[in-house]
């Protein structure tokens, strides 16, 4: 039996999330059947060094034993109760102590969850209704979020799919990611009216592309000059590039913050939070409404309680970042030795490598990129036994499982393929 033929007859595409079909990188996705540390294993037997690593979550590596071992004793006494329990408490106390500007939490299930909440809280909170989001960031694919430009008119929007009326998709406004004055003019085309900017303060979602120096303190003071929240999406930076996210690796202040990906350990959680002030305005102690059946759910809690404990020993982000440092160095010398000129960006355990010449510095730049290229890298890093996202526009992990000699492995696996390719 092909699995990926038979579940297209009862899944749409065969995947529970699109990217995973390989659409953009032609061929047939592998079948996973189990990881371990830095490794995943297909049902064949194959083995792969592992970069997506779950798309960001797992930055211990695969069924790290500790979080396996915690689950466990947590599986014995139940798997869900819909009611308080201890652990929802010692998770929040976890990301309150962790992530500076957030002094309360709501749990949640899903980083498309989390936001949608946080948007929802920052209209109520502050009485508007439009939103300000940048070109190439994803921030889960509620109605409000799936809205990019229409052919360079920046303030009318085009639902990106299907059924967002455009009713909502004219209250979400389009601002370029490092141009500050894109969202002043949007800003002054809508005086009074915006509620909130969200950004992810590192992009992740278009490759991985990195904030200018001075953009996201600009961010934060127009934000502040116009009475709008600043949301920073946290889900895929948040305990990725130090303890307390972007926020605390570039100093500033949002006001809201969504998480998701590490906060779960490798289970469903996402979670919003902020300033006292505003949280205190959720349900049920404010009247902003949101709930969830499993929200909180004791084994969500245990892996990222787990997860988020041993990302606070001493030395681990120090730890993280040489192993990653040493994985973008040998690719830049790569690159070097094969007179490649491929944009290369990373900071700390996350990096995306662009099939197109000089700089990547924003959307425009990042779609630039050669995506068949890009395609052929890919099958050739898989069949060679390193597996990185199907797609151009997604970044590259390293975890805490990643050995020296996988990242040796890798090293030469990517120099032999840019050889084949371009040698
Ligand atoms: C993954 C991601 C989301 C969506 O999270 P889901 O758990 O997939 O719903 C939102 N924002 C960013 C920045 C993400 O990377």
Not at 382 to 402: I, W, Y
Request: glycine fraction near 10%; include cysteine; hydrophobic fraction near 40%.
């Amino acid at each position: 039996m092909n699995i990926f033929e038979e579940s297209k007859k009862f899944i749409p595409g065969g995947v529970n999330s699109p990217v995973r079909a390989f659409g953009s990188v032609g061929g047939e996705p592998v079948i996973i059947k189990k990881g371990e540390g830095s490794k995943i294993y297909d049902i064949d037997g194959k083995e792969y060094i592992d970069y997506v690593c779950s798309w960001g979550p797992l930055i211990l590596g695969h069924s790290d034993y500790r979080v396996v071992k915690k689950l466990k004793e947590v599986i014995e006494n139940g798997t869900s109760f819909g009611a308080p329990t201890e652990l929802e408490l010692e998770l929040a106390k976890l990301v309150v102590d962790y992530v500076p500007s957030i002094e309360m939490v709501r749990m949640v299930n899903s980083g498309t969850e989390a936001v949608m909440s946080a948007i929802r809280l920052a209209r109520a909170y502050t009485n508007r209704k439009k939103i300000i989001k940048f070109e190439g960031c994803y921030h889960g694919h509620s109605d409000s979020l799936l809205v990019k430009a229409g052919s360079g008119a920046l303030t009318f929007n085009q639902p990106s799919s299907p059924g967002v009326p455009e009713e909502f998709a004219k209250l979400t406004l389009i601002a370029d990611y490092n141009d500050i004055e894109s969202v002043k003019k949007l800003f002054m085309e809508n005086k009074g009216e915006i509620a909130c900017v969200i950004i992810e303060p590192v992009a992740g979602n278009m490759g991985v592309v990195l904030p200018k120096d001075g953009f996201l303190k600009e961010l934060e003071e127009l934000c502040k000059n116009e009475g709008a929240l600043l949301i920073f999406d946290e889900i895929i930076t948040g305990f990725r590039l130090s303890k307390g996210g972007a926020q605390e690796y570039f100093g500033i202040n949002p006001d809201l913050t969504t998480l998701g990906k590490i906060i779960g350990g490798g289970l469903p959680v996402g979670a919003y939070g902020g300033k006292k002030e505003i949280m205190e305005m959720v349900s049920p102690v404010g009247p902003v409404y949101q709930a969830g059946t499993l929200s909180g759910n004791p084994l969500a809690m245990a892996a990222g309680i787990e997860t988020l404990k041993i990302l606070g020993e001493p030395g681990f982000y120090d730890n993280l970042r040489a192993k990653a440092n040493k994985l973008w160095e040998g690719f830049g010398e790569n690159l070097k030795r094969l007179n490649l000129k491929f944009a290369f960006n990373s900071i700390e355990s996350m990096a995306c490598m662009f099939f197109k010449d000089g700089q990547v510095e924003s959307f425009k730049d990042a779609v630039q990129s050669d995506t068949k290229l890009f395609a052929e890298f890919f099958h050739k890093m898989l069949d060679k036994g390193v597996n990185l996202a199907p797609s151009q526009f997604e970044a590259m992990f390293v975890s805490m499982a990643h050995s020296d000699e996988d990242l040796e492995k890798t090293i030469k696996i990517h120099f032999e393929t840019l050889k084949e390719m371009f040698g």
